[in-house]
């Protein structure tokens, strides 16, 4: 069974640049037949699609955060990444992994704050 | 970016028979935007019921089915339980990105 986990810090300050890492354990990252989400979902809010992608680095990105986003994929350490720079408290949010769309991490919350 | 609506809310008896719709602002809903019906209930991650508009996750219960209901994508629940009520949220792609839409908080009462 395929598990996702997410790790980072849960306090990030302002300006500062927000990074979140996805372990994947049960699968290979490597597979092609994959590709690996980010979501998040604000405090009260709905989910908001933040961008996917593939092991050999093939990504698409929402538009209205491309900008600020960088993710990546480590296969030797079975994770893929997250960076938000230039963070404000409108990022504040539980930031989910998944692989596609149908195993999910549990979500960890990051708070913007000073 | 498109935008994707949702019904804000809806209310079932259990036992009953409601229908979800998820509607796109560039036009007409296709199996080309592989819509996606997600379940969230309070606290928990989300998990996928429907895919690519009629495929079912393995551990989709056999009382919700998804397809195509006119200019949109519709998740009808067939024989409400408690347990379904949760907050559910489609998803459209459009071209590789993805859209969720608002969601819809349905209550079973």
């Known amino acids: 069974q395929v598990q996702l986990q997410e790790s980072g810090p849960g306090l990030v300050k302002p300006s500062q640049t927000l990074s979140l890492t996805c372990t994947v354990s049960?699968?290979?990252?490597?597979?092609?037949?994959?590709?690996w989400t980010w979501i998040r979902q604000r405090p009260g809010k709905g989910l908001e699609w933040i961008g996917y992608t593939y092991y050999n680095g093939r990504a698409y990105y929402n538009p209205s955060l491309r900008s600020r986003i960088t993710t990546s994929v480590d296969t030797s350490k079975n994770q893929f990444s997250l960076q938000v720079n230039s963070v404000t408290a409108a990022d504040t949010a539980v930031y989910y992994c998944a692989r596609g769309l149908m195993y999910w991490g549990q979500g960890t919350l990051v708070t913007v704050s000073s | 970016q498109a935008v994707v609506t949702q019904e804000p809310s809806l209310t079932v008896s259990p036992g009953g028979t409601v229908t979800l719709t998820c509607a796109s602002s560039?036009?007409?809903?296709?199996?080309?935007?592989?819509p996606h019906w997600l379940q969230q209930k309070p606290g928990q991650a989300p998990r996928t019921l429907i895919y690519?508009?009629?495929k079912k996750h393995s551990e989709t219960p056999a009382r919700f089915s998804g397809s195509l209901l006119g200019a949109k994508a519709a998740l009808t629940l067939s024989g409400a339980q408690p347990e379904d009520e949760a907050e559910y949220y489609c998803l459209l792609s459009y071209s590789g990105a993805r859209v969720f839409g608002g969601g819809t908080k349905l209550t079973v009462l």
């Open positions: 690519d508009t009629t």
């Open positions: 560039t036009g007409a809903v296709s199996s080309g935007h592989y």
């Open positions: 049960g699968g290979s990252i490597s597979s092609g037949a994959y590709y």
